[in-house]
């Protein structure tokens, strides 16, 4: 059955950096793509970009654009998500989702969606 | 920066159907998918593709679409369906991925 299994939670100080890891297992992890969201508590979802497996294509959020680095390890069918320069406002669960992309066939544009997700991983920015 | 919008809370009683919308100018050239989360856990995916329903989710389960927006409609409410509803879509480009602000779903 897929899996993805996240890293533990993390308590880091303002202007500090964290990498969250994520390890898939169930099915091929080059065939798919990894994206993350992140949920601030109380809040919505938010969308924090995506990485393919297969060739390490990126796209991020333009808000996160600059502190955010997406990586995969092939050899290991990890994904992992460093944020930097964290603030206080990037206290949030950050989750991972394994990605599906399918054709919209009318626009002749990609569409992806989020079929199995991470238990989540709690990053707290304090001092 | 594109944006979906969804009312912020609806109620029903057991057995009622609920409808929750999700507007998007972007909707009428990118699918639309859904999740359901309940406190203290991790998304599920409920539709896909608009109106595709994965396996294992109830048929109570559906989805619609129309111009820019889309419908999740959940016919014969049970209160294990008590939870917060997101939509999920991309902009026109297919580039960038977005949800709505979700949806808070009471059972009365």
């Known amino acids: 059955q897929v899996q993805l299994v996240q890293s533990g939670a993390e308590v880091k100080k303002p202007g500090a950096s964290v990498k969250v890891s994520c390890k898939a297992s169930g099915y ?3 065939s798919y793509g990894i994206s993350w969201v992140r949920q601030a508590p109380g809040q919505g979802l938010e969308w ?4 393919s497996a297969y060739n390490g294509n990126t796209n991020y959020a333009q808000k996160l654009q600059g502190r955010v680095t997406m990586t995969t390890d092939t050899s290991t069918s990890t994904a992992y998500m460093e944020l930097r320069s964290l603030r206080s406002d990037d206290t949030a669960v ?5 990605v599906n992309i399918v054709v919209v066939v009318a626009a002749a544009q990609p569409s992806y969606y989020f079929d199995y997700w991470g238990q989540g991983t709690l990053v707290t920015v304090s001092s | 920066s594109y944006e ?13 159907t609920a409808r929750i919308t ?7 050239k990118q699918y639309a998918y859904w999740y359901q989360q309940k406190p203290g856990q991790a998304p599920v995916l409920v539709i896909y593709k608009d109106s595709e329903r994965p396996s294992g989710i109830p048929e109570r389960f559906s989805g619609s679409s129309s111009g820019t927006t889309v419908t999740l409609t959940i016919s014969g409410v049970q209160a294990e369906d008590e939870a917060d509803y997101y939509c999920q879509s991309a902009d026109s480009s ?3 991925g ?4 979700g949806t808070k779903l009471t059972v009365l």
């Open chain 1, 94 to 98: 950050y989750y991972c989702a394994r």
């Open chain 2, 94 to 96: 297919g580039t960038y």
């Open chain 2, 4 to 16: 979906l919008t969804q009312p912020p809370s609806v109620s029903v009683s057991p057995g009622q």
């Open chain 2, 22 to 28: 999700c507007s998007g100018d972007a909707l009428p």
């Open chain 2, 98 to 101: 977005v949800f709505g602000g």
């Open chain 1, 48 to 51: 924090m970009g995506w990485i």
């Open chain 1, 28 to 30: 091929t992890f080059t």
